[in-house]
C-alpha cells in the first residue's frame, strides 16, 4: 500500500465531538473524502454531527486545501499527499 499523509482540522462545536483542534491520518493514495471521512469517525455521535444516512448534512461544510467541497463531490474527490481538510459548520449571522 502506498500511503499518503492528510491532515484534518475540525472547527467549532466539532473540535468536542472529535476531541481535537486536527488529526492527522496516512491513508491509501487515490482515497476520497468520504473515505477519510469514515477513517476519522470513531463513534456513533459523531457519524451522525457529519452525515444524514450516507448524505453529508446540509449544514456541515467541508473544504479541502482551502476549497468548499460540495457534497455531491465526496464519493470523487481524491486526496494528494499533504491535503488538508477542514470540517465546520455552516457560518450564520447578520
Known amino acids: ?3 499518503i499523509r492528510v491532515k484534518i482540522k475540525f472547527f467549532a462545536y466539532f473540535r468536542e465531538i472529535f476531541g481535537a483542534r486536527e488529526k492527522e491520518l496516512a491513508v491509501e493514495k487515490g482515497s476520497t473524502l468520504k ?3 469514515n ?3 470513531e463513534t456513533e455521535q459523531q457519524r451522525e454531527e457529519l452525515f444524514q ?3 453529508l448534512k446540509p449544514e456541515v461544510v467541508i473544504m ?3 476549497s468548499v467541497v460540495p457534497a455531491e463531490a465526496l ?3 481524491r486526496l494528494e499527499d499533504h491535503s488538508v481538510l477542514a470540517i465546520f459548520p455552516m457560518m450564520g449571522g447578520g
Request: hydrophobic content about 40%; charged content about 30%.
Open 39 to 41: 477513517r476519522v469517525i
Open 75 to 77: 464519493n470523487s474527490r
Open 1 to 3: 500500500m502506498s500511503a
Open 64 to 66: 479541502l486545501n482551502g
Open 35 to 37: 473515505d477519510v471521512l
Open 53 to 55: 444516512g450516507e448524505r
